[in-house]
């Protein structure tokens, strides 16, 4: 755990909003030199705080026009290991995101298809057909809002 200034977290909101920002860049923007903010995103890193940088893909521009969020209890008749249903799930390319969960539903999916049909082709031929699928609520998303989370 490091202590963070108003620099550090300077930093974090202009790489919150594009990770492909240069130091030089970024350096003009919040009044630092070149290397003085690389050593400070370099820190950043490997003190954890920053743990990657990612891509945005727009599913819908390259035809997954459809997202569902997918809720699924693990069956408790034949004891099937977390660790076989999460090795099975993530072999799905649909499957986004796998999130193990506490609550109602031992996991949560986000799933993306084409459309409506596509996503029923693959909750039949390929979800519930996981080891210990017992259990399955679907929601549907009609939009998304994206927040900027605690760094504002």
Known sequence: MIDLDDTD???LRALVQD???SAGGLGRRLGLSQPACWRRIRRLEEAGIIAGRRLDVDASALGFGVTVFLGIKLAARG???LEDFERAVTAIPEVQ???HVLGRFDYRL???ARDIADFE???RRRIMTLPGVGQVEANVM???ERRPGPLG
């Open 19 to 21: 990770a492909t920002q």
């Open 9 to 11: 977290r300077a930093i």
């Open 110 to 112: 986000r799933v993306s």
């Open 97 to 99: 995101v796998v999130q």
């Open 79 to 81: 004891r099937v290991s």
């Open 121 to 123: 082709r693959v909750l």
């Open 142 to 144: 009609l939009s998304e």
